[in-house]
T-cell receptor
């Protein structure tokens, strides 16, 4: 069974500082990986996705993530945090080994709340 | 193009009451999902529908039923609400085909309080 672990339920950074949100996965085969962002009282919005093309994936709002198979990681980064980045971030995995009728199911991490200080 | 829409946005129920949460998507996706979100637990899959006419249980299906009315609509029903079902419910859809799966797109959520 696949699983996702997000290290750190809360991360706090200063405006302009590097943002690093950690995600590790376990899966029987290299999976598809996703990062979502959730602003208060809203649904989840797709930030970026890894689907076995380039290992460095660029997303919206200046975020990017790197797939590292040897480390089973898919950490999310942004060089310079902005106040508007404050939100909860979810890493999710979709196992490509699933049978067709269950394909597309995502397993989510617990989420990381990002706080940005002025 | 509205994406994924959910109704209602908020609902308060008394224990034992029933209700149906509605979800519709206009992206012509074949797969649809219902999740619940609780503090500190991320999102947990309740039910999903890989394609029109099929539904399957997810991680936490007890106390819920679903109907895939057509390709656009996927409803979630609570037959006898319990306080443990107080949560935020999200509907999502995605395009899946063979071994290729697209990302899921989420609705704005329904906040449910069961007293």
């Amino acid at each position: 069974a696949q699983s996702v672990t997000q290290l750190g339920s809360h991360v706090s950074v200063s405006e302009g500082a590097l943002v690093l949100l950690r995600c590790n996965y376990s899966s029987s085969v290299p999976p598809y990986l996703f990062w979502y962002v959730q602003y208060p009282n809203q649904g989840l919005q797709l930030l970026l996705k890894y689907t076995s093309a380039a290992t460095l994936v660029k997303g919206i709002n200046g975020f990017e993530a790197e797939f590292k198979k040897s480390e089973t990681s898919f950490h999310l980064t942004k060089p310079s945090a902005h106040m508007s980045d404050a939100a909860e971030y979810f890493c999710a995995v979709s196992d490509r080994s699933q049978r067709c009728t269950s394909y597309g199911k995502l397993t989510f991490g617990q989420g990381t709340i990002l706080t940005v200080h002025p | 193009n509205a994406g994924v829409t959910q109704t209602p946005k908020f609902q308060v129920l008394k224990t034992g009451q029933s209700m149906t949460l509605q979800c519709a998507q206009d992206m012509n996706h074949n797969s649809m999902y219902w999740y619940r979100q609780d503090p500190g637990m991320g999102l947990r899959l309740i039910y999903y529908s890989a394609s029109e006419g099929t539904t399957d249980k997810g991680e936490v299906p007890n106390g819920y039923n679903v109907s895939r009315l057509n390709k656009r609509e996927f409803s979630l029903r609570l037959e006898s609400a319990a306080p443990s079902q107080t949560s935020v419910y999200f509907c999502a859809s995605s395009e899946t085909s063979g071994t290729k799966g697209g990302p899921q797109y989420f609705g704005p959520g329904t906040r449910l309080l069961v007293l």
